[in-house]
């Protein structure tokens, strides 16, 4: 089983669609969670980190589960420009960080 | 938000030879710096961790002799691909984690496209 995994999409919604991916994650011990955004042959780009108490960033939510070990990120009123990549980072010692392969979303007019 | 610069973007080279690429944190002072491999439409992997004063963690499967990681200061670290072959094509990044606030938030350089010919 892959340490992290998310489903690869793509999917494809309309603008305005609200969209909710998932990030599961197997080892217990993990103690930090982040979601990035990635375009085309770029970096990562931190979107936002997530806290056990879940936290909001404008059209953006994000939620983690301890007990069933997910993390998950809703975006509401999707853009054009939401279209990318969306990996979850789940960090457990040392600051290392284990990526996602990351969920492509493309939002469409 | 904390600013990292990689150097160069992207390169060229001819099998056999030796690319650095340079990762630099702008903006504040980074004691680990991390570096990733992407090959396309997979995920990021951890090379190494490269801290400051000290020898490089590498992670399994990645030989140490061939990416050899220097972290001289507490804002350069650097990466040189030795005797680079077509396969050591792929994206590289490097990430720093910034001392201030949450402090095993990453934050990464804009890449370097190898590309081996």
């Known amino acids: 089983r892959k340490e992290v995994e998310q489903d690869p999409g793509p999917f494809n919604v309309p603008e305005g669609a609200t969209v909710a991916f998932n990030c599961t994650y197997s080892?217990?011990?993990?103690?930090?969670f982040f979601w990035y955004r990635q375009d085309c042959r770029k970096e990562p780009k931190l979107l936002m980190s997530v806290y056990s108490s879940g936290n909001e960033d404008g059209r953006f939510t994000a939620q983690l589960n301890r007990a069933s070990q997910y993390i998950s990120l809703l975006i509401r009123d999707s853009k054009l420009s939401d279209s990318a990549t969306y990996l979850c980072a789940v960090g457990a010692a040392a600051s290392k960080l284990t990526f996602g392969t990351g969920t492509r979303l493309q939002v469409t007019l | 938000g904390a600013v990292v610069s990689q150097h160069p973007s992207w390169v060229i080279c001819k099998s056999g030879t030796s690319v650095k690429i340079e990762c630099r944190s702008l903006?504040?002072?980074?004691?680990?710096m991390f570096w990733y491999r992407q090959f396309p439409k997979q995920s990021l992997m951890l090379m190494a961790t490269s801290n400051e004063g000290s020898k490089a963690t590498y992670e399994q499967g990645v030989e140490k002799d061939k990416f050899l990681i220097n972290h001289a200061s507490l804002t350069l670290s650097t990466l040189t691909v030795t005797s680079a072959h077509p396969e050591d094509s792929s994206f590289y990044i490097c990430?720093?984690?910034?001392?201030?606030?949450?402090?095993?938030?990453?934050?990464f350089g804009p890449g370097t496209r190898l590309t081996v010919l």
């Open positions: 080892n217990s011990a993990s103690q930090s």
């Open positions: 990430s720093a984690r910034e001392g201030r606030g949450r402090t095993d938030t990453q934050y």
């Open positions: 903006d504040f002072q980074a004691t680990t």
